[in-house]
């Protein structure tokens, strides 16, 4: 009796939906998995090579180069685009006049692309900054921040934090919104500071929204592509690259397709095991109600 | 309120002006690069090399009838429009119904579906790329536009599931059990009861997906052709090989902004009511 | 253009014209239905609307086929664009390329004995010769070198003729400096450098063909010593001469090439390392038509080889595929290229000036009756004809190659490394890789 009564919910409710998740995604994403084991070259395979382009793809310098920049952007990112859109979320919830205004304001980098952004970027770096910084005679933008290594990667991290926080900011202020004011009420008739309630009530009653923050800017970080592309293009000297645009680079313009794939496994395997680890951590930590 | 101490208001009053002026600050900072992009669209490509900060000399719609024509703009809006708003549907439509499905039937079935679904949100695209091509090669000539909307309705479906299932799983369950008390069937009671309760989550579900889906770039680039081309592609044009039409291209990026800017402060306010009926007093 | 000359035009014209409807490919109105033929993109974004235009004009000027563009995106590459059409089993039929041209070449068709191949000098078709297979036809010729303006030079008093020796080349930068403008642009754009710049020592390390070859064999053996080669630090001392005299500080983003064609065009500078393939960018700026271009000395010694030739070389071959498109198509393919190539029509749209419309290409054809007329065209065509060309070994490079000798002479340019470091990066960059300028397949 409840297993048909499950069944019959699963006809109705999850057969078409997974089904299409299905052959979408699993399909597809088995088949790459399959292809690491052969001798692909991107049009087609001759034989089964076992671990070869594992090896291969771990004995490559760069490729540990790129992981080490990769984490560091990661950690950045997340940290800064969830301290600026909490931050952002609790400006728009202050009972300002112009609240309204200010949050279309910060939502609106996230209207568009990232390639469009990462091209509006890489303007004014090299263009619009240097030319106030001379105006100025401000010594810190005169050179465009995308020659170098270590200001190229604040210049991702900016454009980055810029574009994502206003969608975090949204997530935020659904959190916040959804606390109960008696909840607040409460608090502030036993007397607790400001920053006492927003630690001690306010952040753990919108754990959720934590977790779904910290897993789409954990996720973004490891698959940003569009704004490397278009801001710093990998560059100076393909020191810029992350995870995501070594393995375009690896697979379409030095033609390893064996070893581009791998990596793409070997990516899916990190970002799997830090999302689980993110998601079960921050799951903990909510109240259940 | 009323209980506020003069002192206490004062108080308050102080850090809201504080508030307001950073807010302020931060707001310019985040438009800024637009105002950059409006101001250089209607400067000629030299214009904009000389100096980038300058108002333009001569102010001129050339960059505009330059790129409404080579992004063959109308068409391209159209195009767009109508594989967000489709996928957007479909993706509020299959979520929200198996989010409910995975929230309130707790075996270990869903609960290994949903693990499932959550770790396949870090695939990353470029691992499935190629083979997702020949798989689905046939499809994609037969319609690319459908073959592109059933692509989004697969991709989507876990980040949107996620958020709908978070939501759901905070409506009590009483609510369902007394339905089914009462009669209702498991059809009746989602329809009737939990997804018009899912309206805020919604509109974020269709925000989040439709801004995706509207700007994403190397899905449409290997499905689309030329003549179902979304806007986005089509404000690539002007990045050539060498040179870049500048004037063009900062023209093209205001055109294609303009309707999805449209769109989001016509949703806000959806949005808004969608929350606060919720939860502000 | 006189009665004379119109007339031989004409009469040259209409005598394409029959030998092109004799071609069998061509056989105009005996054909019932129409054949599609796709290519993936076009030649390149800059002239796309001309190219598209030539489409347009081919596809109402006969009845057999109809080619059709198909969208490819330029911010990706070659190999990811056409991998999932191939995947797909909808490989485009005609595909244009260049460094890629080893990894398609058993999947496309030999274009040897065809009437387009004959009319290409042999020294063109090399770049895509792979194991003794015709795997592509050119496009059209570009040059690269020192791109002057010549208002600039004539206030400085510089005669860009009289250069031949990187002394030479100093004195003219110094008399342009004194004269109030900048000397030189040196673009710090990893392809410029990766490709171009680098191909002027691998040109000027052997006098053949087959010794340039065997300089690429040495690094790919890690044979070759570059800190001990004179012609390296022949190609490090002009290097260091046009760092010198940079007149910006190097930018290593894609903004470079229009901040150079910026700073020419309002003769901010003098020079700019850079081809040919900026002329009608330059010209359409605005600020004047009257750009031309020299070699770049790499010795001081005005007679040695290279210093008076220019390097010329194809961007680019159409290629044919061979394994998934029907007869009909691939004659269709070959029908198109061989129109745009050797009809008046076709040359039109070719070598036709910017304004009306054409691509303004240098031809790498014989018997083109259409000839570009603009200032630097003009001049390489004169390169040309003298037989005082350089080759490009850019395109034999590796794939992703000129990526990482890009990374190094950006590196070098800005000062990160020093010349030792900067060939001891590319001797590593080079070696062991797959010697695919000999036909060897990866």
Same mark, same amino acid.
């Given at each position: 009796m409840r297993f048909t009564k499950n069944l019959k919910k699963f006809v109705w409710f999850g057969a078409l939906p997974l089904a299409i998740f299905f052959v979408v995604l699993v399909v597809p994403f088995s088949q790459g998995i399959f292809l690491t084991?052969?001798?692909w070259n991107g049009f087609d395979y001759g034989k089964f090579v076992g671990f070869d382009n594992y090896v291969k793809s771990f004995q490559d310098d760069t490729f540990w180069s790129t992981l080490a920049f990769t984490g560091t952007f990661v950690v950045v990112s997340l940290v800064l685009i969830n301290v600026v859109a909490f931050a952002l979320a609790l400006i728009v919830t202050t009972k300002l006049r112009s609240a309204n205004i200010f949050r279309t304001f910060f939502f609106i980098p996230n209207l568009i692309g990232g390639v469009v952004l990462g091209v509006i970027w890489q303007f004014i770096f090299n263009s619009a900054l240097p030319s106030i910084s001379y105006m100025y005679e401000w010594p810190i933008f005169q050179d465009s921040w995308l020659n170098e290594t270590d200001t190229a990667f604040w210049a991702l991290i900016i454009v980055t934090v810029w574009q994502q926080s206003g969608y975090m900011m949204i997530i935020y202020i659904t959190g916040l919104i959804s606390i109960e004011p008696d909840v607040l009420e409460a608090a502030r008739i036993d007397g607790a500071s400001a920053l006492r309630t927003m630690f001690s009530v306010k952040i753990p009653l919108m754990a959720q929204a934590f977790t779904i923050s910290l897993f789409l800017t954990l996720r973004g970080g490891f698959m940003a592509y569009d704004v490397n592309l278009a801001l710093t293009g990998g560059g100076p000297y393909r020191s810029t690259e992350l995870i995501s645009m070594h393995i375009f680079q690896d697979a379409f313009r030095l033609g390893n397709f064996d070893t581009g794939q791998s990596k793409a496994v070997i990516m899916f395997i990190l970002v799997a095991v830090a999302a689980m680890v993110q998601v079960s951590v921050s799951k903990r930590m909510e109240v259940q109600r | 309120m009323a209980k506020m101490t003069f002192k206490a208001k004062a108080r308050t009053s102080a850090v809201r002006s504080i508030v307001w002026v950073v807010g302020l600050i931060v707001s310019i900072a985040y438009v800024m690069p637009f105002v950059l992009v409006l101001i250089n669209s209607f400067k000629p490509k030299m214009e904009i090399l000389d100096n980038p900060l300058a108002l333009p000399v001569e102010f001129t719609w050339d960059n505009f009838n330059q790129a409404l024509q080579k992004m063959e703009f109308f068409r391209s809006l159209t195009n767009s429009i109508l594989i967000t708003t489709l996928s957007v549907g479909s993706l509020i439509l299959i979520s929200s119904m198996l989010a409910f499905y995975l929230s309130r039937t707790k075996n270990k079935f869903t609960k290994v579906t949903f693990l499932i679904l959550v770790s396949s949100m870090i695939v990353p695209f470029q691992a499935l790329m190629i083979p997702f091509m020949s798989i689905f090669a046939p499809f994609v000539s037969l319609n690319n536009q459908a073959a592109l909307i059933f692509f989004y309705m697969g991709f989507g479906v876990a980040l949107s599931t996620f958020l709908y299932h978070g939501f759901i799983s905070n409506i009590p369950t009483e609510l369902d059990e007394a339905a089914a008390l009462d009669g209702a069937s498991d059809f009746t009671i989602f329809w009737k009861i939990i997804f018009p309760m899912l309206k805020p989550v919604t509109a974020t579900v269709a925000i989040i997906n439709a801004l995706w889906i509207w700007n994403d770039y190397l899905l449409p680039v290997l499905v689309l052709t030329p003549e179902t081309q979304t806007l986005p592609l089509s404000t690539y044009l002007f990045y050539g090989t060498y040179a870049t039409e500048y004037g063009q291209a900062m023209a093209g990026l205001v055109l294609a902004i303009i309707p999805i800017v449209v769109f989001y402060l016509a949703l806000q306010r959806q949005f808004i009511s969608g929350i606060s009926s919720g939860a502000v007093k | 253009m006189n009665k004379a000359t119109k007339f031989a035009a004409v009469a040259l014209a209409s005598l394409l014209a029959i030998s092109a409807i004799n071609a069998p490919a061509a056989n105009a109105a005996s054909c019932a239905s129409k054949t599609k033929v796709t290519m993936l993109g076009t030649i390149k974004t800059e002239i796309k609307d001309q190219f598209l235009l030539a489409v347009k004009d081919y596809n109402s000027s006969q009845s057999c086929y109809t080619v059709e563009s198909i !969208? @490819?995106? $330029?911010?990706?590459?070659?190999?990811?664009?056409?991998? #999932?059409?191939? @995947?797909?089993k909808k490989a485009p039929n005609i595909m244009y390329t260049l460094q890629e041209i080893p990894d398609m070449a058993d999947k496309v068709m030999d274009w040897k004995g065809t009437k387009?191949? =004959?009319?290409? #000098? @042999? $020294?063109?078709?090399? =770049?895509?010769?792979? !194991? %003794? /297979? &015709?795997? %592509?036809? #050119? $496009?059209t010729v570009e040059a690269y070198g020192l791109l002057y303006n010549r208002v600039v030079l004539d206030k400085a008093g510089v005669d860009p /003729? /009289?250069? !031949?020796?990187? @002394? &030479?080349l100093e004195a003219a930068f110094k008399k342009i400096k004194a004269s109030g403008s900048g000397a030189i642009h040196f673009s710090a754009l990893w392809w410029s450098l990766g490709a171009h710049l680098h191909n002027l020592y691998f040109t000027n390390a052997g006098k053949t063909h087959e010794a340039r070859l065997s300089v690429l064999d040495q690094m790919a053996d890690g044979k070759k010593d570059l800190s001990k080669d004179p012609v390296w630090k022949n190609y490090i001392a002009t290097y260091d001469l046009m760092k010198k005299y940079n007149n910006r500080k190097p930018n290593l983003t894609d903004t470079e090439y229009d901040r150079g064609l910026a700073d020419l065009a309002t003769g901010k500078v003098g020079f700019w390392f850079m081809g040919n393939w900026a002329e009608p960018n330059l010209i359409t700026s605005g600020y004047g038509t009257k750009y031309g271009i020299i070699p770049l000395p790499i010795s001081n010694d005005a007679k040695a080889y290279g210093n008076d030739s220019i390097s010329v070389g194809v961007p680019g071959y159409f290629m044919v595929d061979n394994q998934q498109s029907t007869a009909e198509e691939? !004659? %269709?393919?070959?029908d198109f290229l061989t129109w745009l190539y050797t009809t008046p029509a076709g040359q039109q749209h070719v070598a036709g000036p910017i304004e009306k419309q054409g691509m303004n290409f240098i031809p790498a054809y014989k018997g083109f009756t259409v000839k570009p007329t603009t200032y630097m065209a003009k001049e390489i065509a004169a390169y040309v004809d003298a037989g005082k060309t350089l080759e490009w070994i850019n395109s034999y490079y590796p794939a992703g190659g000129q990526e990482l000798y890009g990374a190094s002479s950006q590196k070098y340019m800005t000062g990160k490394i020093n010349a030792a470091q900067y060939a001891a990066e590319l001797q590593k960059a080079w070696k062991g890789k797959t010697k695919t300028w000999r036909g060897v397949s990866k």
């Amino acid at each position: 009796m409840r297993f048909t009564k499950n069944l019959k919910k699963f006809v109705w409710f999850g057969a078409l939906p997974l089904a299409i998740f299905f052959v979408v995604l699993v399909v597809p994403f088995s088949q790459g998995i399959f292809l690491t084991f052969t001798d692909w070259n991107g049009f087609d395979y001759g034989k089964f090579v076992g671990f070869d382009n594992y090896v291969k793809s771990f004995q490559d310098d760069t490729f540990w180069s790129t992981l080490a920049f990769t984490g560091t952007f990661v950690v950045v990112s997340l940290v800064l685009i969830n301290v600026v859109a909490f931050a952002l979320a609790l400006i728009v919830t202050t009972k300002l006049r112009s609240a309204n205004i200010f949050r279309t304001f910060f939502f609106i980098p996230n209207l568009i692309g990232g390639v469009v952004l990462g091209v509006i970027w890489q303007f004014i770096f090299n263009s619009a900054l240097p030319s106030i910084s001379y105006m100025y005679e401000w010594p810190i933008f005169q050179d465009s921040w995308l020659n170098e290594t270590d200001t190229a990667f604040w210049a991702l991290i900016i454009v980055t934090v810029w574009q994502q926080s206003g969608y975090m900011m949204i997530i935020y202020i659904t959190g916040l919104i959804s606390i109960e004011p008696d909840v607040l009420e409460a608090a502030r008739i036993d007397g607790a500071s400001a920053l006492r309630t927003m630690f001690s009530v306010k952040i753990p009653l919108m754990a959720q929204a934590f977790t779904i923050s910290l897993f789409l800017t954990l996720r973004g970080g490891f698959m940003a592509y569009d704004v490397n592309l278009a801001l710093t293009g990998g560059g100076p000297y393909r020191s810029t690259e992350l995870i995501s645009m070594h393995i375009f680079q690896d697979a379409f313009r030095l033609g390893n397709f064996d070893t581009g794939q791998s990596k793409a496994v070997i990516m899916f395997i990190l970002v799997a095991v830090a999302a689980m680890v993110q998601v079960s951590v921050s799951k903990r930590m909510e109240v259940q109600r | 309120m009323a209980k506020m101490t003069f002192k206490a208001k004062a108080r308050t009053s102080a850090v809201r002006s504080i508030v307001w002026v950073v807010g302020l600050i931060v707001s310019i900072a985040y438009v800024m690069p637009f105002v950059l992009v409006l101001i250089n669209s209607f400067k000629p490509k030299m214009e904009i090399l000389d100096n980038p900060l300058a108002l333009p000399v001569e102010f001129t719609w050339d960059n505009f009838n330059q790129a409404l024509q080579k992004m063959e703009f109308f068409r391209s809006l159209t195009n767009s429009i109508l594989i967000t708003t489709l996928s957007v549907g479909s993706l509020i439509l299959i979520s929200s119904m198996l989010a409910f499905y995975l929230s309130r039937t707790k075996n270990k079935f869903t609960k290994v579906t949903f693990l499932i679904l959550v770790s396949s949100m870090i695939v990353p695209f470029q691992a499935l790329m190629i083979p997702f091509m020949s798989i689905f090669a046939p499809f994609v000539s037969l319609n690319n536009q459908a073959a592109l909307i059933f692509f989004y309705m697969g991709f989507g479906v876990a980040l949107s599931t996620f958020l709908y299932h978070g939501f759901i799983s905070n409506i009590p369950t009483e609510l369902d059990e007394a339905a089914a008390l009462d009669g209702a069937s498991d059809f009746t009671i989602f329809w009737k009861i939990i997804f018009p309760m899912l309206k805020p989550v919604t509109a974020t579900v269709a925000i989040i997906n439709a801004l995706w889906i509207w700007n994403d770039y190397l899905l449409p680039v290997l499905v689309l052709t030329p003549e179902t081309q979304t806007l986005p592609l089509s404000t690539y044009l002007f990045y050539g090989t060498y040179a870049t039409e500048y004037g063009q291209a900062m023209a093209g990026l205001v055109l294609a902004i303009i309707p999805i800017v449209v769109f989001y402060l016509a949703l806000q306010r959806q949005f808004i009511s969608g929350i606060s009926s919720g939860a502000v007093k | 253009m006189n009665k004379a000359t119109k007339f031989a035009a004409v009469a040259l014209a209409s005598l394409l014209a029959i030998s092109a409807i004799n071609a069998p490919a061509a056989n105009a109105a005996s054909c019932a239905s129409k054949t599609k033929v796709t290519m993936l993109g076009t030649i390149k974004t800059e002239i796309k609307d001309q190219f598209l235009l030539a489409v347009k004009d081919y596809n109402s000027s006969q009845s057999c086929y109809t080619v059709e563009s198909i !969208a @490819a995106d $330029s911010k990706l590459t070659f190999l990811q664009n056409v991998t #999932p059409m191939y @995947a797909a089993k909808k490989a485009p039929n005609i595909m244009y390329t260049l460094q890629e041209i080893p990894d398609m070449a058993d999947k496309v068709m030999d274009w040897k004995g065809t009437k387009l191949a =004959g009319l290409v #000098p @042999a $020294s063109l078709l090399e =770049g895509a010769k792979i !194991a %003794g /297979k &015709q795997v %592509g036809v #050119p $496009s059209t010729v570009e040059a690269y070198g020192l791109l002057y303006n010549r208002v600039v030079l004539d206030k400085a008093g510089v005669d860009p /003729k /009289k250069i !031949a020796t990187r @002394a &030479q080349l100093e004195a003219a930068f110094k008399k342009i400096k004194a004269s109030g403008s900048g000397a030189i642009h040196f673009s710090a754009l990893w392809w410029s450098l990766g490709a171009h710049l680098h191909n002027l020592y691998f040109t000027n390390a052997g006098k053949t063909h087959e010794a340039r070859l065997s300089v690429l064999d040495q690094m790919a053996d890690g044979k070759k010593d570059l800190s001990k080669d004179p012609v390296w630090k022949n190609y490090i001392a002009t290097y260091d001469l046009m760092k010198k005299y940079n007149n910006r500080k190097p930018n290593l983003t894609d903004t470079e090439y229009d901040r150079g064609l910026a700073d020419l065009a309002t003769g901010k500078v003098g020079f700019w390392f850079m081809g040919n393939w900026a002329e009608p960018n330059l010209i359409t700026s605005g600020y004047g038509t009257k750009y031309g271009i020299i070699p770049l000395p790499i010795s001081n010694d005005a007679k040695a080889y290279g210093n008076d030739s220019i390097s010329v070389g194809v961007p680019g071959y159409f290629m044919v595929d061979n394994q998934q498109s029907t007869a009909e198509e691939r !004659a %269709g393919a070959v029908d198109f290229l061989t129109w745009l190539y050797t009809t008046p029509a076709g040359q039109q749209h070719v070598a036709g000036p910017i304004e009306k419309q054409g691509m303004n290409f240098i031809p790498a054809y014989k018997g083109f009756t259409v000839k570009p007329t603009t200032y630097m065209a003009k001049e390489i065509a004169a390169y040309v004809d003298a037989g005082k060309t350089l080759e490009w070994i850019n395109s034999y490079y590796p794939a992703g190659g000129q990526e990482l000798y890009g990374a190094s002479s950006q590196k070098y340019m800005t000062g990160k490394i020093n010349a030792a470091q900067y060939a001891a990066e590319l001797q590593k960059a080079w070696k062991g890789k797959t010697k695919t300028w000999r036909g060897v397949s990866k």
